[in-house]
T-cell receptor, first 115, second 112 residues
Framework: NAGVTQTPKFRILKIGQSMTLQCTQD?????MYWYRQDPGMGLKLIYY???????DKGEVPNGYNVSRSTTEDFPLRLELAAPSQTSVYFC??????????????FGPGTRLTVT | EDKVVQSPLSLVVHEGDTVTLNCSYE??????LLWYKQEKKAPTFLFML????IEKKSGRLSSILDKKELFSILNITATQTGDSAVYLC????????????FGKGTLLTVNP
């Protein structure tokens, strides 16, 4: 049981490049989330999904896209990378209906630098 | 817009001291408040609080929620250098999405 895994761990992008951050969970959680964390700040929600085929915007969705074709995977796509997207990205999952718990389990993070 | 405010933003103490971290929240359809510890990587779960006045305890850490005054505190007694971390507080809103709104965190440094 690996929990939530993210790849890559680190990435440097040039302005205007595109990339996909991968996130997979093996806990059969319905709910998945993408956050970004800037230095000295808490986590800001980018997008979330309450199940396969359903996604919705969070607090800071601009410049990002997501898809949820399976329960396990929730990739985050950056289409035209900008320096403002330099951040650490965390994926998380939860299963509140199964356990009546709102705890979110976090992946190890992806550190992205856009130059 | 939901808001979670933590104080202080940073704190430096010596080993053995007791610390209290504060979290106030304004969260629509509030369901619960969560505390996480973050040590240079992913946040790890500490506590979830849903009821006022009931203390949750784990070793030297404890937390309590006041739903009337909309705040929570996290206490750490007999601090150790391993307690050095950022402590994040998050409010969980109702509805069907179970979203968390995070505060900026409190950076705790415990010196030997």
């Amino acid at each position: 049981n690996a929990g939530v895994t993210q790849t890559p761990k680190f990435r440097i992008l040039k302005i205007g490049q595109s990339m996909t951050l991968q996130c997979t969970q093996d806990m059969n959680h319905n709910y998945m989330y993408w956050y970004r964390q800037d230095p000295g700040m808490g986590l800001k929600l980018i997008y979330y999904s309450v199940g396969a085929g359903i996604t919705d915007k969070g607090e800071v969705p601009n410049g990002y896209n997501v898809s949820r074709s399976t329960t396990e995977d929730f990739p985050l796509r950056l289409e035209l990378a900008a320096p403002s997207q330099t951040s650490v990205y965390f994926c998380a999952s939860s299963s509140p209906r199964d356990k009546h718990s709102y705890e979110q389990y976090f992946g190890p993070g992806t550190r992205l630098t856009v130059t | 817009e939901d808001k979670v405010v933590q104080s202080p933003l940073s704190l430096v103490v010596h080993e053995g001291d007791t610390v209290t971290l504060n979290c106030s929240y304004e969260v629509t359809n509030f369901r619960s408040l969560l505390w996480y510890k973050q040590e240079k990587k992913a946040p790890t779960f500490l506590f979830m609080l849903t009821s006022s006045g009931i203390e949750k305890k784990s070793g030297r850490l404890s937390s309590i929620l006041d739903k009337k005054e909309l705040f929570s505190i996290l206490n750490i007694t007999a601090t150790q250098t391993g307690d050095s971390a950022v402590y994040l507080c998050a409010g969980n809103s109702g509805g069907s999405n179970y979203k968390l709104t995070f505060g900026k965190g409190t950076l705790l440094t415990v010196n030997p």
